[in-house]
């Protein structure tokens, strides 16, 4: 055991006080992770802020991930399962202002803003495409910028302008306003409030501008995950999983070599007398240089030359067991199953990839969560430009913005693992009262009120146009009885048979009111 300075002298001295020292720290360390004997010897770490821990690190590990980025498939499968699942297919607005032709005119004209010429300041993504681009950035890079811009072309004045991390002038150190302080390129409050940006600008041939551009904080959207209280700035999400990944890539060139190496087969030309040696000048013969295997070749050795074949032998290790290891740690690192990342179902069950979408669910639950907020602030902004172009009329709305800034969001269904199967466990969910028809709609990515309107819709019009009957749907049978009691129809006829052939008579119908008469109760 290692003894710091003060054993030390007390040991030179006393022997046996410095050995009574040493028994005591021992005897009071509880905890193996922070002993410092033989087998942690070489760990080393202290405790500072996050900032500090990030800072030096940040650039460095930002570039790595950006290289595999484009070089490793491993951690591409780790960035697309994100990007597939966190954003998809998009998000859908369903605005509630409470005023149904007024969330009809606004989501219409969100629909029309999220193109690529009205939403973004470049007119080349929209805002679907913004949005899976922002995902990725975060994966890789730790996070990304979107600056709110006013401009006077496009549907609305506004507009936004994705920026990366890197455009953060971690170089400016002077504060904007008195008591704030700037780190990372952004101003802070003495309670670590971000108030303001400072952003460095490139010309077109990317040389940085001498003069930073500094942008209020309720202008800019920071889309990064904090992790510690004292963290200030981004940090890449694949830090932790980055190692394995360079493994992997730097395991697979290597088996690569090998397998080649061992799948060539060649040939050597032994000559009796090297070419130059105990010959005349005349006489030096045929080389063999550029010369290559060709199906059915015949050719002419020189006098002498014998030919020896050179086949490597040997078999390849089982690099598939090691990648997949690899690849599962890597999953796990991230908080995604290895069938997620990898899209290899070889080995699963229905119940082991239905509990592992589960799981994965919640891991993409985080994700979008965090996302919603950038959308959020995204469309409070659009309802108030929208408002002050005069694209929507809404009365008090300086009064009631939160009224008329009330949506949600909808994302589009996954496919089903096994369409039978998990529709029989809807409609056990729905019959034992542990799920509603409200949650099963959301689930689907649709609004339980219009989905309620569409079967209605689809069940009169079956019956008017057709006569059909289209049982088995849920609320059918409701949803006639809704329309009949509605009617007030009276199906009584006193020549109208009832069930058994009969005429109606008092038993079958000990009221007088026939089968289809009288008020339902």
């Known amino acids: 055991m290692r003894m710091n300075i003060i054993d030390q002298v007390v040991s030179w001295f006393s022997p046996q006080r410095g050995f009574a020292r040493q028994a005591w720290r021992d005897a009071l360390r509880h905890y193996d992770a922070g002993d410092d004997s033989r087998l942690n010897a070489n760990w080393r770490a202290i405790n500072t802020s996050a900032e500090q821990t990030d800072r030096y ?259 390849a290790t089982d690099a598939a067991t090691y990648v997949k290891l690899l690849q599962r740690l890597v999953s796990s690192g991230q908080g995604l199953s290895y069938e997620a990342v990898a899209r290899d179902m070889s080995g699963s069950t229905y119940s082991s990839t239905r509990q592992n979408l589960i799981e994965d669910g919640m891991t993409y639950a985080d994700e979008v969560e965090l996302l919603v907020e950038v959308i959020d602030e995204i469309y409070e902004t659009f309802v108030i430009s929208a408002m002050l172009a005069g694209k929507i009329s809404a009365p008090d709305f300086w009064n009631q913005k939160e009224v008329y800034f009330a949506h949600k969001w909808v994302k589009p269904p996954k496919p089903w693992i096994d369409p039978a199967k998990e529709a029989t466990a809807v409609m056990t969910a729905l019959k034992t009262g542990q799920k509603t028809f409200k949650q099963v709609a959301a689930e689907n990515g649709a609004d339980w009120r219009d989905q309620i309107d569409d079967i209605a819709e689809v069940l009169q019009y079956a019956q008017d146009e057709y006569g059909l009957d289209l049982g088995g749907m849920i609320f059918g049978q409701a949803m006639q009885s809704a329309a009949d009691n509605s009617a007030g129809e009276d199906d009584t006829d006193p020549d109208k048979e009832d069930s058994d052939g009969d005429e109606p008579d008092k038993d079958d119908d000990p009221d007088g009111k026939g089968s289809g008469g009288g008020e339902r109760q």
């Open 57 to 315: 690190s940040r650039d460095t590990v930002r570039a790595r991930a950006r290289d595999l980025e484009r070089n490793s498939d491993m951690l591409n499968g780790v960035v697309g399962a994100f990007v597939r699942n966190v954003v998809g297919g998009g998000f859908t607005l369903q605005a509630e202002t409470g005023n149904p032709d007024l969330n009809h005119e606004i989501e219409k004209l969100w629909a029309q803003w999220c193109k690529k010429r009205n939403c973004d300041v470049t007119g080349t993504q929209s805002l679907s495409q913004m949005l899976r681009m922002a995902v990725r950035r975060k994966k890789v890079d730790g996070g990304m910028l979107f600056v709110k811009r006013y401009t006077g072309d496009g549907l609305l004045p506004f507009k936004l302008q994705a920026m990366e991390v890197d455009e953060l002038d971690s170089s400016t150190i002077v504060a904007k306003h008195k008591g704030n302080r700037v780190c990372g390129g952004i101003e802070y409050t003495p309670y670590n409030k971000p108030v303001g940006y400072w952003f460095r600008q490139y010309s077109i041939d990317g040389i940085t501008a001498p003069e930073p551009v500094y942008i209020d904080a309720k202008d800019v959207i920071f889309y990064f995950s904090k992790r510690r209280p004292s963290q200030l700035r981004e940090m890449s999400d694949m830090t932790q999983t980055l190692t394995r990944i360079r493994d992997a890539n730097e395991f697979m060139v290597s088996e690569d070599v090998k397998q080649r190496v061992q799948a060539s087969i060649a040939l050597a030309v032994k000559k009796v007398n090297p070419t130059g040696v105990g010959r005349t000048s005349g006489s030096l013969g045929k080389t063999y240089s550029r010369q290559m295997f060709t199906p059915g070749m015949v050719t002419e050795l020189n006098a002498g030359d014998e030919i020896q074949l050179i086949n490597p032998q040997g078999q």
